[in-house]
């Protein structure tokens, strides 16, 4: 079995049960949503996940390794100390909120991670059951009831913390400041950083810069909201699963 078939189908299979998850009328029939919430409103929390976190096949392989080269640099302290270059300026630029901004910068690779190892763990089950393609829904339904209950909620709890990154819109702001001063600083170390590892940076940028469109128009409390309803949307399938297999 072509393990990048596989993989490719497991995308598109979970790109589609998100677009249905976070579908208005179904997330209303749920939950009975608060007049507030609009299906203009679900719609962009629905094409934020298919752009950012679950992006298509076509996007996945080259942000893969993008990310996977960047996570190299992050995890190797003399890396880091490179790109930082003269720390004390950048504090002093930044102030006490840097280690805090850049954790949360760095949020946004760690959730890209877990939707890319969830996948492979959904390609690892497929292989093992010898799945032949391409896959029924229901079949797709029984590869993801086989995870682990705790690992489909860690994965959510890695989702949330995204999402709260992306509500507090000062430290947002100071997030995509400082990451912008890195990528200029990876730009003029072409021979220590590739292209594709600048390019990773960017994605990053990207997805707090959208994040942060996400989240603009609401106060403190529809923000709190919205999160709650996609905490709920989230624990709710897994609800189901385990209602339905387990």
Excluded: C
Aim: no cysteine; hydrophobic share 35%; charged share 35%.
């Amino acid at each position: 079995m072509n393990t990048k078939a596989v993989l490719d189908e497991m995308i598109e299979k979970y790109r589609e049960l998100v677009s249905l998850r976070y579908d208005y009328d179904s997330l209303n029939e749920k939950f009975d949503l608060n007049p507030r919430v609009s299906k203009e409103l679900t719609d962009k929390v629905k094409n934020y996940f298919l752009n950012y976190i679950y992006p298509s096949k076509e996007d996945r392989e080259v942000l893969n390794k993008a990310f996977d080269d960047l996570d190299h640099h992050i995890k190797n302290p003399s890396h880091i100390l490179k790109l930082l270059g003269d720390a004390p300026g950048i504090m002093l630029k930044f102030g006490w909120q840097f280690p805090k901004a850049l954790r949360a910068g760095f949020q946004t690779l760690k959730s890209f991670k877990a939707a890319s190892r969830f996948e492979k763990d959904l390609v690892h089950i497929a292989k093992k059951k010898k799945i032949k393609l391409p896959i029924t829904d229901k079949v797709f339904e029984e590869i993801i009831a086989e995870l682990p209950e705790e690992d489909l909620r860690e994965f959510i709890n890695d989702m949330e913390d995204l999402l709260t990154s992306l509500t507090d819109s000062k430290l947002l702001k100071r997030t995509t400041e400082i990451l912008k001063e890195l990528k200029s600083k990876m730009e003029k170390e072409k021979a220590f950083y590739s292209d594709e590892e600048i390019d990773a940076l960017q994605i990053g940028i990207d997805i707090l810069e959208n994040g942060y469109l996400l989240f603009e128009k609401m106060n403190n409390h529809e923000k709190d909201e919205m999160i709650q309803l996609i905490m709920q949307a989230e624990n709710h399938f897994i609800d189901e699963l385990n209602e339905k297999y387990h």
